[in-house]
């Protein structure tokens, strides 16, 4: 072997030996990263919400966080009661991480001890959503991730244009009026409406209470979730109802004349919430999967496909969507909150009243 | 086998069953029952009950319960007996063939039974149109949302029970028991009502029993078909129970529908023929 060829292949093996070395630091060095990127990789996180839209959910919001971390959501869905009793029945033994409740059941599940404060420190998204999702409970045991409002929708080819809660009296809508049950998110807030309609004032509830006697005989049915309502108007059953406006992009899908109107004693909103819960053994990635739900990129799918409205200000949708969401400093102006302490304070009573009128 | 050997075996036989019964029935039966009775310092109370059923709300959801229990179970009864002899009567092949169809309603989800009967039901569903097309209403009947359709439906949901309590009493009868009657003079009809549902009497027990039970228990028909006009028992124990956590309230609800169940139960057996 002549001298030049020796050199060359010594150059060629030192420079494969220099580059299996560098490649394995590489690898070690990215595997390290990797493990810093992916702490919580292999880990379970239980999370407790409702099963409507449940593939739309998947997609926009477990999947991706499933990916980002490598950790596996394990879901327990059902409605806010079921749910709620499941929970302060395990409340020593809890295996919910993350719980999501309309407000009434975010406010029990705080009195009940099933909830803890969250950290706002570990929320890097917290400062983007508006100020009133940020603690709506006080204490900060819950985040509005979502707003709704409480809207009206009628029939045009079937029923008298509606523009006030005073026109669900109508004498076209008689028996074919449907209305949320009592001891759903929305149902309380039917009374104050009538109360502002008819009384003047949210506080003036026994009127409130005397006019939805009065509307009884022209309610079909009292619906206890957004899907029953849906049939009731696919199947023609109902002509008119207050809606939870999550449900309108399936409402309007439904393919019949449906307009959906703001009236003019305003429009109750309310927030669907966040809680870490309490007893959770995996704190930190709860902490994430919150800042996840609040993230752009979520808020926006979710808003997109008619899922959830957001509850950031940066997020910019197109006008056919925009229109059909809670969304807008306008129709967001246009919101009336109700407390749920004052709601949970007259719940029992407020059963008794309606049970009455119903089942008379 | 000495008569001690069979004691064990038997006794061994029935011990699985008999675990799970006292551990998934038993025990929760009791513990609802002591819960009952528990007041708020610990002590025996009566006061649950007094508060419970001192209320007119009570006793008026409690009354249409039982009306619509004693509504269904007769005519569950009515319908399925004359099925349940005929079935009796028929070759192996087309009664076991009969008996399949009996038992495929029991086959479907509660839940998806009683939506499709939104769509028999409703004002634009078959029997209205049915009705419309034969010119005998102008306007659709109010079917959905009121008592007639929770009877209805659980009409159609609790009916198969009666049909295979009652064809397996009538197998238990010798078919010359029938021909003797009818030998002896007894006419079809007199042969029927003297002979064959007497001596089918303890399988029209379980029967009614098992129907009237499942009426005054039945959550799912009674909240869907019934909507939120027609509260009973069960809907208004969830309501009790989930949305107001007024377990107290809810435990004597659940004993006072178990105590309905054994009234009815017991009655049933003092009116069962003497000499059976």
Redesign the interface.
Known sequence: MNKSLKVFLYCIILSCSVSLVFAAGVEEEGAAEAAEEMPYKGQTLTVSMWGYNMDLLEKNVLKPFEEKYGVKIVTETGNNSARFTKMVARKDNPIVDIVLFAGAYSYKAIQEGIVKPYDPGKLQNLAEIMEPARDPLGGRYAIGYTIQHLGLCYRSDKVKPIKSWKDLFNEDLKGFLSIPQLTTTYGPTIIYMLSKAWGGSYDATDVGWAKLEELSDSILTAYARSSELQTLLQQEEVYAAPYASFAWGNISAIGLPIVSVIPEEGLVGSFSMVSIANGTKNEDLAHLYIDHLLSYEVQLSEAMDLVDSPVRGDIKLPEDVAGKLTYGEDLIRKLHFFSQKEMAAVEKEWIEKWNRIFTK | MSQINIRRTLLLLLFPGGVFLCFFFLAPLLFVLVESFTGLDGGVTLQRYISVLKDP?FR??YF?TLKIGLIVTPLAVLISYPSAYVINNLSVGRKSALMSLVILPLMTSPVART?AW??IL????LINQSLRALRLIDEPL?I??TEGAIVIGLLQLFMPLMVLTLVSALENIPDEVEEAALSLGSGRVGCFFRVIVPLSFDGLIMGVTLVFTGCITAYVTP?ILG?????TLST?MR?Q??????WEAATVIAVVMIATTLVLYNSLRLIRPKNL
Do not use: D, T, W
């Not at chain 2, 409703?122 to 569903?125: D, E, K």
């Not at chain 2, 909507?227 to 509260?231: A, K, Q, W, Y």
């Not at chain 2, 129970?241 to 007024?246: C, T």
């Open positions: 709300q008026q959801v249409r939506f939104i769509i409703g004002r634009f569903g109010r959905m949302y909240a909507g939120s006009r027609v509260l208004l309501q129970a989930l949305v107001l956590m007024n």
